[in-house]
């Protein structure tokens, strides 16, 4: 008995290798010659025990041992002349390659898989590269605002007669009230405006001085409104229109 499964066992070791690059219907035609074999000396062994099951049995060792290597990774090619051909390895790149799951039937073009993969990648690139872009004018408006508020404060250091400690008190990012962070893609500009609207305070001749500078509830997108509160009692309104003038 134990010679009998040595011999199966050789000849399984050595019909192994030689499937692997074969057609696929080579490969079925050898797994049913392997299960016939086995058949045949699982009766011889098992007649006196009356094992009537022995041709099952056979069919699952063998099923086992190549159903996986024989029935997965089967490929369809197409060569430039139409002629197409079925096998176990993957066809040449100069051929059109469709890959086939004989378990579920499925069915996927190589070069249509290929092009998919090749056009995602470029969109993450694409959206990598975005998102890259975004972050740096993101830091350059930061610089900018900081670099406008800067210039404010200096302006009220310089001249403290005109204005109050905190009469344009700094736009911070992070730190913004609800009215502000709704057009903080602008801070750069609403703290140039900011200035601007406190010169054009101080120019009418009826504010002597500063208290506070602020955007204005009144602004809309598009169209941005200060306010300068003035020591005197007197509040004006200035939108960019008119700072640009």
Known sequence: MRDGFASLYLLSTRLKPRLQNRPIFL?????????????????????????????IIAIIVATALYSGHCLA??????DEWGKTSYQSDPCAKEKKAIEMDIKTGKQTDLADEENKQALEVELKKQQELIEQQLAELEGKRKVDAAQ???????????????????????????????????????LPEIEKFRR????????TGECERVEADNLSKKSKTGLLVFSVDCSSAKRFYFNETELQE
């Open 27 to 55: 490969n079925l035609m050898a797994v049913m010659f392997f299960i016939i074999m086995l058949s045949s000396y699982l009766k011889i062994i098992y007649k006196r025990m009356e094992m009537k099951s022995a041709q």
């Open 148 to 186: 406008q508020s800067a210039q404010n404060q200096q302006l009220i250091k310089d001249n403290p007669i005109q204005y109050s400690a905190y009469a344009i008190p700094p736009y911070l990012s992070g730190k913004l009230s609800e009215l502000v962070e709704k057009y903080e893609d602008r």
């Open 196 to 203: 601007l609207a406190a010169f054009k305070a101080l120019a």
């Open 73 to 78: 990774g089967v490929f369809k090619c197409t």
